[in-house]
């Protein structure tokens, strides 16, 4: 039997049914738990997206305002269109990323890679995770990867400008990543000089100054009107804006840093850096171990990664969900890892990296699992570590 084979770690193979069930289950996990949060009207999960423009322009709008526009030229109930809206979203986004997964080699590194907690697969384990702004984000870079092949020099920044427009105006949080393309298209062009790649890069740095500009704008000059945006969606709300995500616009930037400096008072600064450990360590290897092609260089590409990490900063200063935020992270890591592979633009090592010698493919198999599986990183505010099963676990053994 292939479970108890003895192979070498480099010729480890994932099964493909087990990667698509993997998928499927986390869609049917991401679709259950939306439909609960929608049914139960939750703040975070549903009601963020039915902020809106109906009582002025305010941040987070976008989105809200296109669902409630096709709830009123459709007449179907705007819980209805959210639902269906943001179950699509998951199910193109699982495709896509799918599509690009399977043309890679699934050796035990890259499986680990692909199968790291802060992957896909957080987003259906972590149920308050489900129905969150980061599908948006995360569907349009993956149509985005999807398609770069395809996608000429002068037209990388259009897609950037509307990924950057689209997501940061659902979401503001998402313009701090927006770094992540494009200094990955400045690595994707090394023969083009600094003139050529700046008249590139400049219309999108313009985009997020005015982006930048009007949120700052809306969120210290001008109110929108509260009421009005209430009185849209009062009929498919618990109580508004008490009960809606409407609420924290009626908070100052003070009472939002004093409620995220008490959450960071449970071990943040302890916790985090060895979840990002873990959860990154196989894709930093991955990457580490890459080999030059030409004039593509595997060290300049971490550096630039790194130092795209580093523009995400302003998010965990300005939120508690550092979860979340390093999944946003990890899935921009995940999609440039998974093209540099599919494109051949570097090679990995056919090489044994852990074992040296023969080990069960059974082994290798409850190694993948108990890293993938077995524990998870909490989104935000939670006190203890974090294990997928661990209510499971108890529930065996206390009775």
């Not at 590194?109 to 995360?138: C, D, H, M, Q, W």
């Not at 398609?147 to 701090?176: A, M, P």
């Not at 852990?354 to 998870?376: A, Q, R």
Request: with cysteine.
């Amino acid at each position: 039997m292939k479970l108890f084979k003895l192979i070498y770690e480099k010729d480890f193979n994932l099964n493909i049914f087990f990667l698509k069930s993997v998928f499927f289950i986390t869609f049917l996990f991401v679709t259950f738990n939306f439909f609960h949060w929608v049914s139960e009207r939750s703040v975070y999960e549903y009601t963020d997206w039915l902020i809106n423009y109906q009582g002025g322009f305010v941040r987070r709008g976008l989105f809200g305002e296109i669902f409630y526009n096709l709830h009123s030229i459709s007449g179907v109930g705007l819980d209805h269109v959210v639902l269906l809206c943001v179950i699509l979203m998951y199910f193109f986004l699982f495709y896509y990323l799918y599509k690009q997964i399977i043309n890679i080699k699934l050796n035990f590194i890259n499986t680990l890679v692909v199968l790291s907690p802060l992957s896909f697969t957080y987003l259906g384990f972590s149920k308050t995770l489900a129905g969150r702004k980061e599908v948006l984000f995360f569907l349009l870079i993956s149509i985005f990867f999807s398609n770069l092949k395809k996608i000429k020099f002068e037209q990388v920044k259009y897609w950037i400008i509307f990924i950057l427009i689209i997501s940061s105006l659902t979401h503001l949080g998402f313009i701090f990543y927006i770094p992540f393309l494009v200094l990955f298209f400045i690595f994707l062009y090394p023969d083009k000089n600094f003139n050529e790649i700046s008249i590139q890069i400049a219309p999108i740095i313009i985009v997020m100054i005015i982006i930048f500009t009007l949120m700052f704008y809306s969120a210290t000059f001008y109110k929108p009107d509260i009421e009005l945006i209430c009185r849209s969606i009062q009929n498919f709300t618990n109580k508004c804006p008490e009960e809606t995500y409407l609420r924290v616009f009626e908070l100052s930037f003070s009472d939002i840093f004093a409620i995220n400096s008490n959450f960071m008072k449970n071990y943040y600064f302890v916790k985090y850096p060895i979840y990002y450990i873990l959860s990154f360590f196989p894709i930093y290897y991955a990457f580490f171990n890459l080999q030059n092609v030409r004039k593509y260089k595997s060290k300049k590409l971490l550096i630039l990664l790194i130092l795209g990490s580093f523009c995400t900063l302003p998010v965990f200063v300005l939120g508690a969900d550092y979860g979340r935020y390093l999944q946003w992270q990890y899935f921009c890591y995940l999609l440039i890892f998974i093209y540099i592979i599919n494109s051949k633009i570097l090679v990995q090592n056919n090489k044994n990296n852990f074992f040296k010698f023969k080990v069960n493919y059974l082994f290798l198999s409850t190694v993948i699992f108990f890293y993938s599986f077995f524990w998870t990183v909490p989104h935000c505010c939670d006190k203890k570590y974090s294990f997928l099963f661990d209510k499971i676990f108890l529930k065996i053994f206390l009775n």
